[in-house]
């Protein structure tokens, strides 16, 4: 089933582990993103891909590195987690149509 | 630079009210907007778009160029209404493949 999909949906680690959230869609979109989702519930992007071997910084500055070797898969990867990391991060990828389609999220905890 | 500004953070009203969520966004040109609407524990996902003109779950939002909004309206709140709801503009002045995005509000319908 075409999708987008987020793991883990929630991670509680300790400061200074690296970590990986891992995003995938199986709907052969170019266009990719990355939001951080904060508690007041704001969104702030801070990643997106047009494409394999694309990746941009978005507009709020974040520690957080990604890539894109795959049209399907756009990882977000923190090499010191800090307790400022936690929130929810959504990944989405962009339909021909221009709107975004979003994962479920990836809750993380940083104590 | 392009804002999207929803004013409420909290938008109360009773069950059978009708609702108004108000957007207002900066851009001088024809617009593409959007509502997002998350539902507890659900992902982020498109409500509507203006430029399809729909009606989804009794929900519309009708441009209005000379007062730059977009207000979601609908006339008789339903319970299950109650979500987080943001307006999005795509960044007509950088990448216009972003979505900038309000900062939501929180719309509970009482019983």
């Known amino acids: 089933e075409a999708d987008i999909y987020q793991t883990p949906r929630y991670l509680v680690i300790g400061t200074g582990k690296k970590i990986t959230l891992e995003c995938s869609q199986t709907m052969g979109h170019d266009k990719m993103y990355w939001y951080q989702q904060d508690p007041g519930m704001e969104l702030h992007l801070i990643h997106y891909s047009y494409g394999v071997n694309s990746t941009e910084k978005g507009d709020l500055s974040s520690e957080s590195t990604v890539s894109r070797i795959r049209t399907e898969h756009f990882p977000l990867t923190l090499e010191s987690a800090r307790p400022s990391h936690t929130s929810q991060y959504l990944c989405?990828?962009?339909?021909?149509?221009?709107?975004?389609?979003f994962g479920e999220g990836s809750r993380l905890t940083v104590l | 630079a392009q804002r999207v500004t929803q004013p409420e953070k909290l938008l109360s009203v009773f069950k059978g009210a009708p609702v108004e969520l108000k957007c207002n966004y900066s851009?001088?040109?024809?617009?593409?907007l959007f509502w997002y609407v998350q539902y507890s524990r659900q992902r982020l996902q498109l409500l509507l778009r203006?430029?399809s003109r729909e009606s989804i779950k009794g929900f519309t939002a009708d441009l209005n160029k000379g007062e730059t909004s977009f207000h979601l309206k609908k006339p008789f709140a339903q319970e299950e209404d109650s979500a987080m709801y943001y307006c999005?503009?795509?960044?007509?002045?950088?990448?216009?493949?972003?979505?900038?995005f309000g900062t939501g509000t929180l719309l509970a319908v009482q019983p």
């Open positions: 203006h430029i």
């Open positions: 851009y001088s040109g024809s617009p593409e």
């Open positions: 989405a990828s962009r339909r021909l149509t221009g709107e975004l389609f």
């Open positions: 999005a503009l795509p960044n007509y002045g950088g990448a216009t493949n972003k979505l900038i």
